[in-house]
């Protein structure tokens, strides 16, 4: 599998807005819930937000009613749009398949930074 390709992130104040996006491989994407994921300093890799392929979406608790996860099945790409953001929200952020068995090598992944 190709690896995806993440973008969209940076240095944003509390309260601000990114919008992520991350394009993937005709074989990842396709009929594959996708997920994002964060990855803090010395923290796990924890999900965030998951869409199936006809866009029915969920989210980690901690981002529900701030984050939205897309996805547009024409271009291969899933979208992460993050709305009132706090700095616990900082962390490199990635996509891949939702399901472990389905998932390509992790990309390089987004830096976001929330910091006044």
């Known amino acids: 599998q190709v690896q995806p390709v993440e973008s969209g992130g940076g240095l944003v104040q509390p309260g601000g807005s990114l919008r992520l996006s991350c394009a993937a491989s005709f074989n990842l994407f396709n009929r594959n819930t996708m997920a994002w994921f964060r990855q803090a300093p010395g923290k796990q890799r924890e999900l965030v937000a998951d869409i199936t392929y006809s866009s029915w979406q969920t989210y980690a608790d901690s981002v529900k009613g701030r984050f939205t996860i897309s996805r547009d099945n024409a271009k291969n790409t899933v979208y992460l749009q993050m709305n009132s953001l706090k700095p616990e929200d900082t962390a490199a952020y990635y996509c891949?398949?939702?399901?472990?068995?389905?998932?390509?090598?992790w990309g390089q992944g987004t830096q976001v930074t929330v910091s006044s």
């Open positions: 891949n398949a939702a399901d472990s068995r389905r998932r390509a090598m």
